[in-house]
């Protein structure tokens, strides 16, 4: 996408890792508690990243229980016993995190010119504590727990689409993660992607988005 006239109806964006800034590492190397060798610790968290992808493509569950399901079954993978409490501790580190710093005042200004939704993949307590810190106003906020389905499934996608009466073609969306949101978006026909990179996954070829760095670049590729 280069500067252009295009105004799309919608920009949707992911909530965490691209807006908010949510570090659940030193939790998880709490929960281990000394049973992983530190050489290890690249490793595991790679393979608990890929648990965590896993559980969300199944049936609906509470964001907490993901979270906890995913982290037993890492574990179960390195031979060491499951943490009872690991999803709640887990969620909270989530749940802690803040805005990334620059987020909130591009954010605000792209909301006093579209109208902004999110689409996120945790449930609406977490989204009730998140997106106040995000200082824009938000036309709507899109849950998990609302679309009983999480992204990268359609089934999300469609529950934005179907309550907002659009079509993919209404929207331009905002995620650092390709394959919850850039990839399947693509395969639905959405056209106008944006991978707001902050390494959360591999810059890949083939599903035509726009790659920028910061929200502020996004702003000035829309002209703002």
């Known amino acids: 996408m280069t500067t252009t006239n295009f105004r799309p109806k919608y920009v949707s964006f992911d909530c965490y890792g691209t807006l908010i800034n949510w570090n659940t590492d030193p939790t998880t190397r709490r929960l281990l508690d ?31 229980q993901i979270l906890q399901d995913s982290f037993d079954r890492v574990c179960r993978f390195w031979g060491l016993d499951p943490t009872p409490g690991a999803g709640a501790a887990l969620a909270e580190a989530v749940r802690s995190g803040g805005a990334h710093d620059d987020v909130p005042v ?21 989204l009730d504590i998140s997106v106040p810190r995000l200082g824009a106003d938000f036309h709507a906020v899109y849950t998990a727990e609302q679309a009983r389905a999480y992204k990268p499934r359609y089934q999300a996608f469609e529950y934005m689409l179907d309550t907002l009466n659009a079509r993919p073609e209404d929207f331009l969306h905002v995620s650092s993660h390709t394959r919850y949101d850039l990839m399947p978006m693509h395969d639905m026909g959405f056209r106008n992607l944006v991978l707001l990179d902050r390494g959360c996954d591999p810059i890949t070829g083939g599903y035509d ?14 002209g703002l």
């Open 34 to 64: 000394g049973r992983l060798p530190e050489d290890q610790w690249p490793a595991f968290k790679k393979v608990f990243r890929g648990y965590r992808f896993d559980e969300v493509t199944g049936d609906y569950r509470p964001y907490e």
């Open 106 to 126: 591009p954010l605000k200004r792209m909301g006093e010119n579209y109208q902004l939704v999110i689409l996120s993949n945790a449930d609406d307590s977490f």
């Open 209 to 222: 988005y726009t790659n920028v760095q910061s929200l502020e670049e996004l702003n000035k590729l829309l």
